[in-house]
Nanobody, 111 residues
Framework: VQLQASGGGLVQAGGSLRLSCAASGSTFRFNVMGWYRQAPGKQRELVADIRVGGSANYADSVKGRFTISRDNAKNTVHLQMNSLKPEDTAVYHC??????WGQGTLVTVSS
């Protein structure tokens, strides 16, 4: 099973980006999927996760700005990021149980 992330890029402060992560190689429906991020010199931070039933958790730093969603039929998870701030600049990794990680996707927010 592999997780393939996409959607990072460069955006100005106040802009939006949408990250996507697709699980391939299995039809198993993961109980939880989500996103971590790691900025240079900082610890890894859980950004958001979402259960198969749709309940979601968010880091305080992104509440009200980011929205996580999932398509269980396609085993994909999305992260809609609005009102981006320079401090959101980081490498974002999607994850699933069992130690599954997608490759990082870089999000850069310029001031």
């Amino acid at each position: 099973v592999q997780l393939q992330a996409s959607g990072g890029g460069l955006v100005q402060a106040g802009g939006s980006l949408r990250l996507s992560c697709a699980a391939s190689g299995s039809t198993f429906r993961f109980n939880v999927m989500g996103w971590y991020r790691q900025a240079p010199g900082k610890q890894r931070e859980l950004v958001a996760d979402i259960r198969v039933g749709g309940s979601a958790n968010y880091a305080d730093s992104v509440k009200g700005r980011f929205t996580i969603s999932r398509d269980n039929a396609k085993n994909t998870v999305h992260l809609q990021m609005n009102s981006l701030k320079p401090e959101d600049t980081a490498v974002y990794h999607c994850f699933a149980p069992g130690g599954l990680w997608g490759q990082g996707t870089l999000v850069t927010v310029s001031s």
